[in-house]
């Protein structure tokens, strides 16, 4: 009796191991033999690794695990949250007094502390560094440690969107020390929850696990982003489980991705605006007669209809999704008229002249290359494209070096000056302000749109400047966004923002 009871006991025993051993294993970091690897799928590579010289989404995917913020949007309910900051006040409406967040390192073991945030700010406002994305703090006059974890920003004037800008992602906070020994571009020390391990240039990026994450470390020991150009190759990697992860998926591909059993499709009304963009200082996209045959020949709606569900007709620039969003703006638009469009052309002969497409090779905006281009051609305009791989794009595009050109912008603010001011506002020309608009009507309500802290005089102001670009039409509205994600049916736990952003913090497999 006694050696059957040992002989049950011992069974109990190995049964009861063998289940805590599965369960701790996996919990929710993933059961069983799951690997806590993720594999992204990228048609572009990333242009840089550092948060102070990109401008670039593709980028931005890895820069958003590595580095932090000061500040941060919180996704669902869109509103601005501390994060690397502890707290912060206004003696003033020129004055910010940040309080930081102690037993922070970043990835070289070094301290975050004011010191690496004023480093990390005056780099990025120096015009040698020729930051990309310097309009973020062009209202700064300067940044003070106050001691070892306070820091006092004083604005050029009141700033509205300061928050905001804090919150960007070309705002993260770098290592001073890692900045001064290597390249941050190709090897960025942040204090996120991701280290980096390697970049192989046109192959992939690797991160892997931060161990000492002031959070705690993520769940995931290693994520990869996987360079692979043909889309269609990336969803067949999908469906293998070659990649588990995409986003952006291009409207023509959607039904073949919800059809994949392994896979799980999220769809959110986002913050992004696609737009045709002319060069407004090229004849003849400086002739507002020849922006209008363009915007009366585009037939969006029709455009639209073929995404979908991926897309939101709107002739705003500030879409629904945005701070300062006002639907009055869609009425100073142009809409579909062929027969307007051919009269334009004819009488002003656009037609005799030989107009290119600058198209970056991203499906999406491939996409909108082709249907554009049909229907400029039945107006009349001898239209062609050439495309060209991103980051190529980006420095032409930037340079001036195109007729017209198809861009997007995701706003991840989600706050219209800093949708309006670095893409339309002259000061930026020759950098983020692509199209070279140059309007000083323009300017100014745009300048009174982050010249004040009343959230209503703001709104009101960027109605009016949005109403003016609407009118004014130095580009047209494609559509408004819907951000995306498929995910293996293993992937749990990413969180989608409507601006396209995501965080691999609390991924996980199981």
């Not at 958003?64 to 994060?83: A, D, G, K, W």
């Not at 945030?117 to 990309?132: E, G, L, R, S």
């Not at 009425?331 to 198209?359: P, R, W």
Request: hydrophobic share 35%.
């Amino acid at each position: 009796m006694k050696k059957w009871l040992v002989a049950m006991v011992a069974l109990m025993v190995v049964l009861a191991t063998g289940c805590s051993s599965s369960s701790s294993s996996g919990g929710n970091s993933g059961g069983g033999d799951v690997p806590q690897e993720i594999t992204y799928a990228s048609t572009s590579d990333v242009v840089g690794l550092s948060p102070i010289l990109t401008n670039d989404s593709v980028s931005s995917n890895v820069i958003e695990q590595v580095y932090e913020t000061l500040f941060t949007r919180n996704p669902e309910t869109m509103e601005i949250e501390p994060l690397l900051a502890e707290s912060y006040e206004t003696p003033d409406d020129k004055t910010w007094v940040i309080k930081l967040k102690k037993d922070i390192t970043f990835h070289d073991g070094t301290d975050f502390n004011a010191e690496a945030v004023k480093y990390t700010f005056d780099k990025f406002m120096d015009p040698n560094t020729a930051a990309p994305r310097a309009s973020l703090l062009e209202p700064v006059e300067s940044v003070t440690v106050v001691d070892d974890y306070t820091i006092e920003i004083k604005t050029k004037y009141p700033y509205g969107p300061l928050l905001a800008a804090l919150s960007h992602t070309n705002s993260a906070i770098v290592s001073p020390k890692a900045d001064q020994a290597q390249d941050l571009m190709k090897e960025p020390v942040g204090t996120g929850p991701f280290k980096f391990v390697s970049w192989t240039p046109g192959d992939q990026v690797v991160i892997e696990k931060n161990e000492e994450y002031w959070q705690g470390a993520p769940k995931l020991e290693k994520a990869t982003y996987k360079v692979v150009p043909e889309i269609t190759t990336a969803i067949s990697m999908l469906q293998t489980g070659k990649v588990q992860f995409i986003d952006a998926i291009p409207t023509e591909q959607l039904k073949r991705v919800e059809s994949l059993k392994n896979v799980e499709v999220t769809k959110k009304e986002g913050t992004p605006v696609y737009y045709m963009g002319f060069n407004m200082e090229k004849e003849p996209m400086t002739n507002p007669e020849f922006r209008k045959a363009v915007a009366y020949a585009l037939d969006r709606e029709a455009y639209v209809n073929k995404l979908n569900g991926l897309g939101t007709k709107g002739n705003s620039v500030i879409g629904p999704k945005v701070f300062g969003y006002d639907e009055s703006a869609d009425g100073e638009g142009y809409e579909h008229d062929l027969d307007k469009a051919k009269e334009l052309v004819k009488s002003n002969n656009f037609g005799e002249l030989e107009l290119q497409i600058l198209v970056a090779n991203r499906d999406s905006y491939m996409l909108m290359a082709e249907i554009a281009q049909s229907q400029l051609k039945e107006a009349g305009l001898n239209v062609s494209i050439e495309t060209m791989e991103w980051g190529t794009f980006l420095d032409t595009a930037r340079d001036g070096k195109y007729d017209m050109t198809f861009l997007g912008w995701s706003n991840t603010t989600a706050d219209g000056s800093e949708l309006l001011y670095p893409n339309f506002h002259s000061d930026n020309i020759g950098s983020s302000n692509r199209v070279r608009y140059n309007n000083p009507e323009f300017d100014q309500l745009v300048n009174e749109t982050r010249e004040n802290v009343d959230q209503e005089v703001r709104a009101k102001k960027l109605q009016e400047a949005n109403q003016l670009l609407v009118k004014d039409a130095p580009v047209i509205v494609m559509n408004h966004g819907v951000v995306t994600a498929a995910l293996d049916k293993s992937v749990k736990g990413l969180e989608l923002d409507p601006t396209g952003q995501w965080s691999l913090y609390k991924v996980y497999r199981e």
